[in-house]
């Protein structure tokens, strides 16, 4: 590690800040208690015989009702706020604020409990006295939320609705079915008349609550959807331009620092602009990819920006794939913990050859594969003529193989772009034979920089009908075009839990260590971990190490999913309606990153 990075301890205290306070975390479960109190009084109303039930025969006959659908929807809403709280989210007190004082309302005036008032009470006192605890900004908005909150409220309104309609054996009328109960559901929640028939005003109460539990799940969808959004991350003109001058200083010391380019990460720079890093928010994880860019004296500038903007939103701070060096510095200047996510494959340009036992079965598959009839062709993006690099960046599109875009930590997402003429472009070409869709195109690698002297995979594509064998070609020719083209290293594919799958397979490998691999090998069936792992050992590569930079433990699950999300394994389809805008600016297709399994 460099001896140049000060010692400084300053986001050592900084990181208390994002941690959950008491305050918050209690008032998030005390709000689920009071939404479960509301929900509950909302369902199974029981009238005690006192001097207010008394004052109540007297009130309109639907004042009963009316209380009970409010109960039901404040409980439900503050279910729903009760993440919010825990996150210190400043929208969701204030709503809580409110919601409190009207479930409280609802259990006095239909259910005469005083017990359901002071308990309303009791968590609407701390969070007035604590209010500056709640001060973390808002999420950036997208209006596919809208889709997800409509699925998940459905679900919980119709289970909720049918415990509504159950709750009542006494004053129903017959023996319905279950099918009856959920046909009597359906029809209320859009305020019609179902099936199910209860003796008194029980049919009232049920009515109310199931147009209650429907026009909550209507308007909170439609608030979503047509709500103004934040403005999805984004890398500006200037920020780009001020990124590239960093890696043109400083690119060459991390093979990931060209992927900081994406255009849909945002970015904060140390005081003296003279670091960055680029992230993007994820199910509230603030993911950081790779290691910070610039001068490493000026890193934990930028680090403490960043670990800010997380305290500001209160934010889940992580970073995916930083190098040993980076998880040194991060650990050090934040308190968070690292743990090694796999080793990136990098091979020195001068120490490959073909020759020699070990390299034998790539030799002969790249031979078989040349007197089939293909041809390569290793050129920078600036050397490809429009006409040329449109049908690639088409080939590129059409051969992606999955329905959603791929690549977050490890993948640029545009071919072609013009600021992108030092990348480089390795083709296989059918020399014989009938033109395809593409003409004799038929497998692309696109690399970009990696400094001045390296370049760094980026994404493998080819034609599904070519032979077998197309990215050992194209790497055999990429390393081989290597020196006429100034390079000196490349950087393969990242191989998750290599050392594992590696050290496992050993005779003397315990029982542990077997079992552990065992289950990679099982997973790799879904994703490429011990396939991607097998590929790049063909090249002889060395192993460099990458980890994960994380607060806690329990943060783990939550910040897999979210580099999954991010990475495009797991998504949610979005209706057209939903969807945003395409950004007019690049106007660059995207294509799906070299493998990886993050």
Known sequence: MSGGVPKRGILSRALRGPRPEAVPRLAGRACTLVGLVDIAAGVFPRFRHSRMHALAEVLPGSFGP???????????????????????KRRAWRAAVALLPLGALAQFGYRHSFAGVLISLALLAPLLRHRDQFAALPDPRSRWRALANFVLMSAGSVLLGLVVVSAHPGRTVGDPSLADRLSHVLYGLFGAEGPVDYRGTTSWTVAFSLGALGLLTAVTTIYLAFRPEHPAARLTADDEARLRDLLARHGGRDSLGHFALRRDKAV??????????????????????????????????????????????????????????????????????????????????????????????VRQMVKRIERAGYETRVRRVADLGDAELDRVRRAAEDWRGTDTERGFSMA?????????GDCLIATAHRADGAPGEYGDLKAILHFVPWGTDGVSLDLMRRDRSADPGMNELLIVAALQAAPRLGIARVSLNFAMFRAALARGEKIGAGPVLRAWRGLLVFLSRWFQIESLYKFNAKFRPRWEPRFVVYRASADLPRLGLAAMQAEGFVTLPRPRLLRRRATPRPPCPHQDPKPTTA
């Open 66 to 88: 009316f209380a009970a659908a409010l109960s039901l929807s404040a409980g439900v809403l503050l279910l729903l706020l009760a993440h919010g709280l825990r996150r210190r």
């Open 268 to 361: 904060v720079f140390s005081p003296s602009g003279k670091a960055a890093v680029t992230y993007r928010v994820v199910s509230g994880v603030m993911l950081a990819s790779g290691d910070p860019i610039g001068d490493v004296e000026a890193w934990p500038g930028a680090i403490e920006r960043f670990m800010d903007e997380a305290r500001r939103h209160s934010w889940t701070p992580a970073v995916m794939g930083c190098s040993e060096t980076g998880a040194e510095v991060w650990t050090r200047e934040t308190g968070l913990d690292a743990l090694e996510l796999g080793d990136e494959a990098v091979v020195d340009v001068a120490d490959f050859s073909l020759a020699g036992r070990a390299m034998r079965n």
């Open 412 to 420: 640029l997402g545009r071919i072609g772009d013009p600021a992108d």
